[in-house]
Every structure is written in C-alpha cells, then in structure tokens.
C-alpha cells in the first residue's frame, strides 16, 4: 500500500510499511492444477455453500481470458529519483525464463523506498504484463484478500457469488494456467507465508518488497535497496520544497546528510518544509531540539502511521519477543554507524543469545553484519538514541541505560595504554571513531559525565602519540571544558586535562598558549598538591622543557636544575621521573654550548 504526501503533491508516494500479527496461512495447494487437468468448479459445494454461483464460476479456469491492461497498482510517483541501478537488475531478473515463474525480491529497511520502486518499475512495464496485481502482503489475511480481489477482477461477475477462500483459490487456479502477468506482493514479513502460492504459481513473473533480508534464497533472487546517493536525495528534496515555486534550500545538502539520504525521511523533512515555510537550515536547528517529534511527525492529511519513528516500531513489535534485540540495537546506536567491532558487545550476554539478536536485527534490514563488524543506517541510531516517553521502544530510562552501557562497553574494550604500547594502537584505531561518536551524541544530549571526559583524554593522548596533535588538542579542549565543569578547576583530573592540552599546543608550535597553561598548571599544582607532589615535579620539567623550544635557556636551566634536585630527593636518583628530567637538562646544557 502507497500513501500520498499530502500538502505537497499528490503524486509522490511513500511506501507501506505496515505491520500485523503473523498467523498461519490460510492458503492450501489447488487440486487439479494445469492446462491438461483443470475442472470447473463443483456446483453441489457451491449450493452447499450459499446461493449457486453464476455461469461464469463454471468456465475452466485456464479459458478465463485476462481483461485488456487490468492492474490495480497504485498510483506511481511522478517526483521519484534515481534508482537506475535498481531498474536494471529488476529488468534483468523479471524479463529472463518465459513460461516459468520467475521471483524476485527487493529488500532494505524501512523507509528506503521499496514500495516506490516496485510501483514505478511496473507502471514503466504496463504494456508488458496483464494482469498487473499489487497485492499488500504484511500477514496471511491479506494476501488472501488480495488474490479473491484478483479473482473478482478477473470475472466481476463472481463478486458476492463466491466465498473469499473460493474465491483465493480460483485465482491461484488463474495463475497456475496463464503466463505474462506481474504480481506484486508488498512487505512481506515472512518468505513462508508466500511459499505455498509460489509454488502453485509455476509461470508469470512476481515482484516482492519485504524488509527481510535473509530467507529468499530458496524462493527468490534477491535485490538489496539501500539509500539514495547524495545528488538524488537533494534532487527529491529540492522538487518537493519547490513544487509550488522557488524557495529557501539554505542547508539541503547537510539536511540531507542528516537524513542519511533515506527516502522516507527526505519526503517526511521536504513536506515539513513545504507546509510550514522553514528552511532546511532551519529544520536542522529544531532536529537538535525537538528530535523525537520530528522522526514521527507526518504531514497535513498523510498516515501517521508513515513516518521514520512508526515504521521501524514495527519491526521492533516484531522482534519484541526477544528484548535483547532492542537492547542491542539501542546500544550500538551511540556509535559511529560504520564498522563497529562486535567485540563491543562482549560480556553483554552468552554468545549465543547475542548473536541471535544481531541475526534477527540483520533479517530485518536494521542492520548489515559484516566480517566481525556492524554497519547501521546513521537515521535508524538516530531515532534509537532518542527518548520518547510514547514510544515503548524509546523509554527515557531504557535510553539511558543504554548509553551507559555503551559506555561500559567502550571502555573495557579499549587498551590501558595509549601512548606506549604498540600491540593496542590497531585496537585503538578500529574504536575511536565510536569514541568520537559516543561523546558527540552525549553531549549532544546534554549529559556531561567522568567517563566521558576519561575517554577524551585517553583519545586525544592516542592521537597526540600518533603525531595528530590538532587532532588531540580538540580532544582535551572538550576533556579541559568537561572537567572543570562536572570535577572543579582544581581537581587532579582538570590539571591533567590542562597539562595534556598544552602538550598538544606545544606540539602544534603554538608555544605561546603552552607555556601560559604549563605556567598556570605549575602553579595550581604547587598550590593544590604541594611542592613536593611528583606531578608538580613533572610540571616544572614539562615547563622548563617549553622555554627551551622558545631559546629561553637560562630559564629552561634553572627550572630544569630545580626539578632534577627535587626529583632525586623525593623519588630517588633511578626513578623513571628522575632519569627523564636529567636527560632533559643534559639537552639543555647541550643547546646551550
């Protein structure tokens, strides 16, 4: 089923993803099925029945001719982008084998536009195939409907006359004995519940859209639909805003980036942004804000039921049954969307729980499973990381469990040492970018936390070693700002952001900002810690180091003779501290001869 965009135009179409409680299938193997054994309908079961059916329900089925160009599609979009790709390997797949049955399925996520391509690939074929049948297949009770509805189509006549199971039967009949037509079945949920009519429809050509993305090997060829491409999502969301004359498209590219390019959610934005008069720019300042009502806001006379947050809550009552599937979904959401190790999830659960969760959100396209790494769309993480208090899937508690746990999982997954331990910089490039992501979207949300300054200045010291000191100095600029914020200014771990960043600003030449903030640390320590505190003596050997690099030597000697005197006191002579600082001073003495 396709739903208008209402408001905006009335030809594009967003696709179905309608949900319903599974149940067994109705449908039962045709007896005497074929050209050769095909016999007309029992009148005595009929009459058994209800009233005796009309003359045309005793016509063998195979000489039931199709009406000229019958089809119940829907009405296609005419603002539908791109996709050549995928209209290619649909003609390659639905134009090969005449005479047998041919099956192809398009899966993909919710919202990526499957509905919308299967409509406008058979309107493109029209003259190709009669009948032309969409049937809305989302559980067993309406595939049933959709084929008596075929049989009523194919012999008006019969409306009334016949039971609904008749009625389903004769079309399977129908379809068992004729060839060149097109049957559509829309969002699928099970391949089982189709396999009994796939296997009485032996000829013909049947299109299925379905988020699932296992299973079809036995039945279908599948096709996997993913995202438009950045040029198509802007042409989509630019026809829409401008329909009706020229607008304000300030910030359409990086809405569109925002939106993950996925089609359902540019219409969704594009028809907003036609009702109310805002810009994209615009839009994106309230997605900050007011995210949750946005992902499930439709437009002015659509389906409600038709927006990012309501389609994915259908799969997720799909998978209901099992909460460690949403629970893993909602964790792995603070990540960065691409290449996340499954080793983030160790010690969640037994492995094979787990890795049943992963293997039920992968057969629901809300994730792809890679080799040892998870891939999501960035606007599923999205809408999982964002409270709702009425969605039973987005709970503000249960959110927030999960980036706690998120947390956990990040931080026994990264190795202690980031500077001096080479065997865990491999580990250490494979997460950071979930760091980076794990600290953006909390902050994003407004949570501030230690763990969180802890991760930024173990980040940014793994990146000052690996030579990206501007890198690194972004990283304890936030640690610094986050820790006198939730510690206090004077706390050990605040003086060691201070003293951390202006290591990167020395790194970077910025020498000037250096010795101001290790001047600064010097003297917070000497006040906070004492004189005599090693990482006082590590501030004045940090110090003395930063005017050597200026050419004040006499400074840099006299700050270095200090702290060699008082290290050797206080630490003793062989203390690694020690060593370090005469090694330093040596340098100096050196520099300046």
Same mark, same amino acid.
């Given at each position: 089923?396709?739903?208008?965009?209402?408001?905006?135009?009335?030809?594009?179409?967003?696709?179905?993803?309608?949900?319903?409680?599974?149940?067994?299938?109705?449908?039962?193997?045709?007896a005497?099925v074929?050209?050769?054994?095909?016999?007309?309908?029992?009148?005595?079961?009929?009459?058994?029945?209800?009233?005796?059916?009309?003359?045309?329900?005793?016509?063998?089925?195979?000489?039931?001719?199709?009406?000229?160009?019958?089809?119940?599609?829907?009405?296609?979009?005419?603002?539908?982008?791109?996709?050549?790709?995928?209209?290619?390997?649909?003609?390659?797949?639905?134009?090969?084998?005449?005479?047998?049955?041919?099956?192809?399925a398009?899966?993909?996520?919710?919202?990526?536009?499957k509905?919308?391509?299967?409509?406008?690939?058979?309107?493109?074929?029209?003259?190709?195939?009669?009948?032309?049948?969409?049937?809305?297949?989302?559980?067993?009770?309406?595939?049933?409907?959709g084929?008596?509805g075929?049989?009523?189509?194919?012999?008006?006549?019969?409306?009334?006359?016949?039971?609904?199971?008749?009625?389903?039967?004769?079309?399977?009949?129908?379809?068992a004995?004729?060839?060149?037509?097109?049957?559509?079945?829309?969002?699928?949920?099970?391949?089982?519940?189709?396999?009994?009519?796939?296997?009485?429809?032996?000829?013909?050509?049947?299109?299925?859209?379905?988020?699932?993305?296992?299973?079809?090997?036995?039945?279908?060829?599948?096709?996997?639909?993913?995202?438009?491409?950045?040029?198509?999502?802007?042409?989509?969301?630019?026809r829409?805003?401008?329909?009706?004359?020229?607008?304000?498209?300030?910030?359409?590219?990086?809405l569109?980036a925002?939106?993950?390019?996925?089609?359902?959610?540019?219409?969704?934005?594009?028809?907003?942004l036609?009702?109310?008069?805002?810009?994209?720019?615009?839009?994106?300042?309230?997605?900050?804000?007011?995210?949750?009502t946005?992902?499930?806001?439709?437009?002015?006379?659509?389906?409600?039921?038709?927006?990012?947050?309501?389609?994915?809550?259908?799969?997720?009552?799909?998978?209901?049954?099992?909460?460690?599937?949403g629970?893993?979904?909602?964790?792995?959401?603070?990540?960065?969307?691409?290449?996340?190790?499954?080793?983030?999830l160790?010690?969640?659960?037994?492995?094979?729980?787990?890795?049943?969760?992963?293997?039920?959100?992968?057969?629901?396209?809300?994730l792809?499973?890679?080799?040892?790494?998870?891939?999501?769309?960035?606007?599923?993480?999205?809408?999982?990381?964002?409270?709702?208090?009425?969605?039973?899937?987005?709970?503000?508690?249960?959110?927030?469990?999960?980036?706690?746990?998120?947390?956990?999982?990040?931080?026994?997954?990264l190795?202690?040492?980031?500077?001096s331990?080479?065997?865990?910089?491999?580990?250490?490039?494979?997460?950071?970018?979930?760091?980076?992501?794990?600290?953006?979207?909390?902050?994003?949300?407004?949570?501030?936390?230690?763990?969180?300054?802890?991760?930024?200045?173990?980040?940014?010291?793994?990146?000052?070693?690996?030579?990206?000191?501007?890198?690194?100095?972004?990283?304890?600029?936030?640690?610094?700002g986050?820790s006198?914020?939730?510690?206090?200014?004077?706390?050990?771990?605040?003086?060691? =952001?201070r !003293?951390? @960043? /202006? &290591? %990167? #600003?020395?790194?970077? *030449? +910025?020498?000037? $900002?250096?010795?101001?903030?290790?001047e600064?640390?010097?003297?917070?320590?000497?006040?906070?810690?004492?004189?005599?505190?090693?990482?006082?003596?590590? =501030?004045? !050997?940090? @110090? /003395? &180091? %930063? #005017?050597q690099?200026? *050419? +004040?030597?006499? $400074?840099?000697?006299?700050?270095?003779?200090?702290?060699?005197?008082?290290?050797?006191?206080?630490?003793?002579?062989?203390?690694?501290?020690t060593?370090?600082?005469?090694?330093? @001073? /040596?340098?100096? #003495?050196?520099?300046?001869?």
């Amino acid at each position: 089923m396709l739903s208008e965009v209402l408001g905006v135009s009335p030809d594009l179409l967003i696709e179905s993803e309608a949900s319903s409680a599974p149940r067994t299938s109705s449908l039962k193997p045709a007896a005497n099925v074929g050209a050769s054994g095909d016999h007309a309908i029992n009148v005595q079961r009929l009459a058994d029945r209800g009233p005796v059916a009309p003359a045309e329900a005793l016509l063998p089925i195979a000489e039931v001719p199709a009406p000229a160009a019958l089809s119940n599609l829907p009405l296609h979009p005419r603002l539908y982008v791109g996709r050549d790709e995928a209209h290619a390997q649909l003609d390659a797949a639905l134009h090969t084998s005449p005479g047998t049955v041919v099956v192809t399925a398009v899966h993909g996520m919710g919202g990526v536009g499957k509905s919308s391509l299967a409509a406008h690939w058979a309107a493109a074929h029209i003259a190709d195939y009669s009948p032309i049948w969409w049937i809305t297949a989302d559980n067993p009770a309406a595939i049933d409907a959709g084929l008596a509805g075929l049989a009523v189509a194919l012999q008006p006549t019969l409306s009334g006359a016949l039971p609904e199971e008749a009625l389903r039967e004769r079309a399977v009949r129908w379809l068992a004995t004729h060839d060149q037509w097109l049957l559509i079945l829309d969002d699928v949920t099970d391949p089982a519940q189709i396999a009994p009519l796939l296997a009485q429809a032996t000829t013909g050509q049947v299109l299925i859209t379905s988020r699932r993305a296992t299973g079809w090997h036995t039945i279908a060829a599948p096709i996997r639909l993913d995202a438009l491409d950045a040029a198509e999502a802007l042409e989509m969301l630019t026809r829409i805003v401008t329909h009706q004359g020229p607008r304000d498209l300030d910030g359409a590219s990086e809405l569109c980036a925002e939106l993950g390019y996925l089609p359902l959610a540019i219409a969704q934005a594009s028809a907003y942004l036609a009702e109310t008069g805002v810009s994209p720019r615009e839009y994106l300042r309230l997605l900050a804000d007011y995210r949750a009502t946005l992902y499930q806001q439709a437009p002015v006379g659509d389906d409600a039921a038709h927006t990012i947050a309501r389609i994915w809550n259908a799969t997720l009552d799909r998978l209901a049954d099992d909460p460690l599937t949403g629970q893993v979904l909602r964790i792995l959401a603070w990540y960065a969307p691409d290449s996340i190790p499954r080793s983030l999830l160790d010690g969640l659960t037994e492995p094979p729980a787990l890795l049943r969760a992963i293997g039920r959100l992968a057969a629901y396209s809300m994730l792809t499973v890679g080799e040892n790494t998870l891939t999501f769309h960035p606007l599923v993480q999205a809408v999982a990381r964002t409270p709702d208090p009425s969605d039973p899937h987005r709970q503000p508690q249960t959110i927030e469990v999960a980036r706690v746990r998120a947390t956990t999982q990040l931080l026994d997954a990264l190795p202690q040492d980031p500077v001096s331990q080479p065997a865990g910089w491999s580990v250490w490039r494979a997460l950071l970018p979930h760091v980076d992501a794990l600290v953006r979207h909390t902050e994003a949300s407004g949570i501030h936390t230690a763990d969180i300054t802890f991760l930024l200045n173990q980040a940014g010291l793994f990146l000052l070693g690996q030579g990206s000191a501007i890198q690194a100095a972004a990283h304890f600029e936030q640690a610094l700002g986050d820790s006198e914020r939730i510690l206090g200014p004077d706390h050990p771990h605040a003086l060691h =952001s201070r !003293n951390n @960043l /202006a &290591h %990167a #600003y020395q790194e970077t *030449g +910025d020498l000037s $900002r250096a010795i101001a903030l290790f001047e600064g640390v010097l003297a917070d320590r000497e006040r906070v810690l004492g004189p005599d505190h090693p990482d006082t003596l590590a =501030s004045r !050997n940090n @110090l /003395a &180091h %930063a #005017y050597q690099e200026t *050419g +004040d030597l006499s $400074r840099a000697i006299a700050l270095s003779e200090q702290a060699l005197g008082d290290s050797e006191r206080i630490l003793g002579p062989d203390h690694p501290l020690t060593c370090k600082i005469r090694d330093n @001073l /040596a340098a100096v #003495y050196e520099q300046s001869n």
